[in-house]
């Protein structure tokens, strides 16, 4: 998935360690010929250049995670939308998409929306599914890495491990305690200095994950714009929000929870973090110098361990 990832673990004397190595990178392997865009031969590729309402048989693992997505593309209210490749294309965000010199015109805006909306995939028995409109694309980037994860943890779960801490592109899950019943201790980054963390946060049974417009921004005649587009106008959002961590029960929800609160942003993010069982967010707002304000938290996140 273009990332890398770390895994913290205590492991019964009995396991083997390469043993357990060999079924991580196995099933990374699988979630990456299913959910990666980077690949050309992938499920996802493949369903992308597959042809309108023409059925799609995908594996168990496409299908959960494009279950989650619909949940999320309809609990935020369209803010969230894996269909947005056109939007993403056009401002310049892909990897081989070409240095934009001028803003993109309203009719190319409106052009590149009229083919995305997640309401146009169909979800079918039997893990079949069928593009409604010309031209749908999938990118799950905001939400695989999360589910990897969680699948991750669950290989851990599968060879005994009570407790470790997996990363993946910056989304983590940890169980049980890294020494001594202390939880596992994970720093969530400052957005102005990037050897620098803003709180540290006590991670048990739980999912962090971060998502912020300072990793990626384009500059169009010395305006920068965010690379987290709002599917609901085709813009870049420009709601001054730096950047957004969720807890959450699994990384998956809480990957593309973060990246629905950045487009929605503060009074509308929290809303839908308050409309969810066992979520908490915390938000990070640039005031008019691009100076960071005071955190705001959802009731539940743990204050700051600094």
């Known amino acids: 998935m273009g990332t890398t990832y770390i895994i913290k673990a205590k492991l019964w004397f009995w396991v083997s360690k390469s043993s357990l190595e060999q079924a ?8 990456n010929q ?3 865009s980077y690949r050309q031969n ?3 590729s493949q369903f992308n250049r597959h042809e309108a309402n023409a059925s799609f048989k995908v594996s168990s693992d496409f299908m959960t995670v494009l279950k ?3 949940r999320l593309y309809e609990q935020a209210k369209g803010a969230w939308d894996p269909t947005i490749t056109p939007l993403v294309r056009l401002w310049g965000f892909e990897v081989v998409t070409p240095q934009l010199k001028i803003e993109p015109s309203l009719a190319d805006i409106k052009k ?6 997640f309401d146009a995939l169909q979800l079918l028995p ?4 069928q593009k409604q409109r010309p ?7 905001s939400i695989a890495k999360g589910y990897a994860v969680d699948a991750v943890a669950n290989v851990l779960k599968g060879f005994g491990s009570r407790s470790f801490m997996v990363e993946i592109g910056g989304e983590v899950y940890a169980q049980g305690s890294k020494s001594k019943g202390h939880p596992w201790q994970i720093g969530i980054q400052s957005p102005t200095h990037s050897k620098q963390v803003v709180t540290i946060i006590p991670l048990h049974n739980q999912a962090l994950a971060t998502s912020g417009d300072y990793q990626n921004v384009r500059r169009i005649k010395d305006k920068l714009y965010s690379h987290i ?3 609901r106008t085709g813009y870049p959002i420009n709601n001054n929000i730096a950047s957004v961590s969720v807890l959450a029960p699994t990384a998956m929800l809480a990957d593309g929870i973060a990246t629905a609160v950045m487009v929605l942003g503060v009074q509308e993010g929290l809303a839908l973090v308050d409309r969810l069982q066992k979520v908490e967010a915390m938000i990070l707002v640039y005031n008019s110098d691009q100076q960071l304000k005071q955190p705001v938290l959802s009731p539940g996140f743990p204050a700051s361990g600094l």
């Not at 031209?135 to 980037?141: C, P, Q, R, V, Y």
């Open 68 to 70: 989650q997505s619909k």
């Open 42 to 44: 992938s499920e996802i």
């Open 34 to 36: 299913q959910l990666s």
């Open 135 to 141: 031209g749908l694309t999938l990118d799950l980037n």
């Open 112 to 117: 590149a929306r009229s083919s995305i909306g």
């Open 24 to 31: 991580i990178e196995n099933r990374l392997d699988q979630l």
């Open 229 to 231: 587009l709002d599917p």
């Open 126 to 129: 039997s893990q079949f599914i």
